[in-house]
């Protein structure tokens, strides 16, 4: 730890020269750092880290682009976020379904309720089925809202048949749109080589050499990372739906394709 204390603190120093050499200014009060970890290997180490010999404070979580991130990747606190959120909307959708249609209600749904959910689901949504649970019960309580369900009622068929992904359908939905994108160089230069394709692990010719590489993993958790998901989920479109199509079109096909698979 002394070592990373090391090279933090210079790396930090040639920062604040390159900074004050171009006359720029950096905000020290609002400036954190965060050790990622395994939570069975929490490190309690002291680190000192400084800039221009101010301290600066170590956090276990802080809020980027609207996600909380914790140093743990467990997602606990931006679920517990979301549910805050998702109960506000909870709320008006209970008070309107007494004067408004389904119709309206659904519009409600997709307008307040479905953004929360979406956002940047393809990062949070690899969390655990454990810390997703909550989420997966307030989207299930909204659709009995909608429909005027009963508490206890199942909402299985209410989401097929009306074309509603459940989360974790939506999980799948928001990733395969990405991995269309990386498919069609769509996305920043930064996600060029993030995925390896077969025919450049090996030179051999097979039915599958243009399907993508899942990289080795160590746990079943990793498997839903946008890592290793997004090759599953490719590998299974490209035998599934016709890719070489306009977005709008592939994003009908892959929404059927994510609720009947």
Excluded at 37 to 53: F, L, Y
Aim: glycine share 2%; with cysteine.
């Amino acid at each position: 730890m002394l070592d990373i204390q090391e090279t933090l603190n210079a790396e930090l120093k040639k920062i604040v020269e390159w900074l004050k050499a171009n006359k720029l200014s950096l905000n020290i009060a609002k400036t954190h750092f965060m050790i990622f970890q395994p939570k069975k290997k929490n490190c309690s180490a002291n680190i000192e880290i400084h800039i221009d010999d101010s301290p600066i404070q170590r956090i276990r979580e802080c809020k980027f682009l609207g996600i909380i991130i914790d140093e743990n990747l467990s997602w606990r606190s931006h679920i517990a976020y979301l549910k805050k959120k998702l109960a506000k909307s909870l709320g008006i959708l209970n008070k309107a379904r007494q004067s408004l249609g389904r119709p309206s209600l659904l519009s409600l749904y997709n307008s307040m309720f479905l953004p929360y959910i979406s956002y940047c689901i393809i990062i949070w949504g690899c969390a655990s089925d454990t810390v997703l649970l909550p989420v997966l019960k307030l989207q299930k309580r909204a659709i009995r809202y909608i429909f005027n369900l009963p508490a206890r009622a199942s909402t299985s068929n209410v989401f097929h048949e009306h074309n509603i992904l459940k989360l974790n359908d939506l999980f799948r939905y928001q990733l395969g749109v990405f991995m269309y994108k990386y498919h069609k160089k769509l996305l920043p230069n930064v996600f060029n080589n993030f995925f390896t394709y077969n025919n450049s692990v090996h030179s051999y010719y097979t039915r599958q050499s243009n399907h993508l590489h899942p990289p080795k993993v160590k746990s079943e958790r990793t498997k839903s990372f946008v890592k290793y998901a997004g090759c599953v989920i490719w590998n299974n479109i490209l035998q599934s739906i016709n890719i070489h199509v306009k977005i709008p079109c592939f994003k009908k096909k892959l929404k059927l394709f994510c609720q009947n698979t």
